[in-house]
């Protein structure tokens, strides 16, 4: 089983990071197999993959890499740009998956519609790994650290997850900013000769709660607030935009039959929820509304829907692992 780190020539802040990785160790690194004429540099079960287009059209990278190179591929960190309304400088974090589209919509930014992807287990501490070194290498209060709530592709059925350098040319191209994602992978795969961080382990961890948060803004700030504590692990993270809920006529909400409510948060949540699970076998997967940006409504018809697929929701501080 391989880990695969995927980087693409066609974003300077994708390509920028991986070179950056490739010269912070650069004795650990050999040629690794190729995929579709793309090299890759590998070291131990870890191959650092260099494509030629967008990172979010490659569909399925885990299936084309064993059919390729006979090696099963247990996860997929992308290097990517990312971009803002606010032009803001930030190093953002997220996992993957649009399920709250129909399937006759067009994925704004690939992927496929009603799909989310497991939420790699590495999330959460790696959250907190990267404000670390956004501190450590004093890119930290210029970039914001930030969680992003779950959105675009590729598709892929293995735990994956985006991790970002944002919001404009200026910064995509910041050699500060890459060599900061270069030392979160180093640090949080272990390259650098520490355990790593953010494997998630049945035996180990059986038990432990899964944050899967629901509602707020695309930065998820309240559910932020609590994947920065340690021990909390991260799954999916689905704003209220991907949350499709019409309003329902007063008799609906008077009789309290929430199931009459139309749109695709039912099944974006049944896909989120089913996701995460599989990215954390033994594990309780725990809700955690944003309440506040919730209609009060929406707030009693996503609490019955949850009370319908046994999910419980908790409170901030019912997040942090024992172990």
């Known amino acids: 089983m391989v880990s695969l780190l995927v980087a693409t020539y066609a974003d300077v802040a994708s390509i920028n990071p991986a070179c950056a990785l490739l010269a912070l160790l650069p004795s650990l690194w050999r040629p690794g197999p190729s995929l579709d004429s793309c090299a890759s540099f590998a070291h131990g079960s870890f191959r650092l993959l260099q ?46 998956g649009i399920p709250h589209l129909l399937p006759h919509e067009t994925p704004p930014a690939g992927g496929r519609p009603g799909w989310a992807a497991p939420p790699n287990s590495r999330i959460g501490p790696w959250f907190r790994l990267l404000k ?20 675009h592709g590729p598709e892929t059925e293995v735990p994956a ?29 272990g390259l650098d000769g520490s355990p790593g ?76 929820v089913a996701a995460t699970r599989k990215s954390f076998p033994g594990g309780e997967v725990v809700v955690h509304l944003d309440s506040k940006s919730f209609k009060g409504w929406q707030r009693s018809a996503i609490t019955w829907f949850l009370s319908e697929e046994g999910v419980s929701i908790g409170k901030p501080q019912d997040f942090a692992s024992s172990s």
């Open 51 to 96: 494509l030629h287009g967008r990172i979010v059209y490659e569909d399925h990278l885990e299936r084309r890499w064993e059919a390729q190179t006979g090696e099963k591929v247990s996860e997929i960190i992308f290097m990517s740009r990312h971009t803002a309304v606010s032009n803001r400088p930030a190093l953002t974090v997220h996992p993957i």
């Open 197 to 272: 961080v953010g494997v998630w382990s049945q035996e180990t961890n059986n038990g432990d709660k899964v944050l899967l948060g629901l509602g707020g803004g695309h930065y998820v700030p309240r559910h932020g607030d609590i994947a920065v504590k340690e021990g909390v692990w991260v799954g999916h993270l689905l704003s209220g935009y991907s949350l499709v809920m019409e309003e329902p006529p007063p008799q609906v909400l008077k009789s309290k039959n929430y199931a009459q409510i139309q749109g695709t948060w039912k099944e974006a949540i049944k896909e989120a």
């Open 161 to 189: 997850m985006f991790v970002e350098i944002g919001s404009t040319e200026e910064y995509w191209q910041r050699q500060d900013a890459a060599k900061a994602i270069a030392m979160l992978f180093s640090q949080g795969l």
């Open 132 to 151: 670390s070194v956004a501190v450590s290498q004093s890119l930290f209060p210029e970039f914001e650290i930030t969680l992003e709530a779950t959105h």
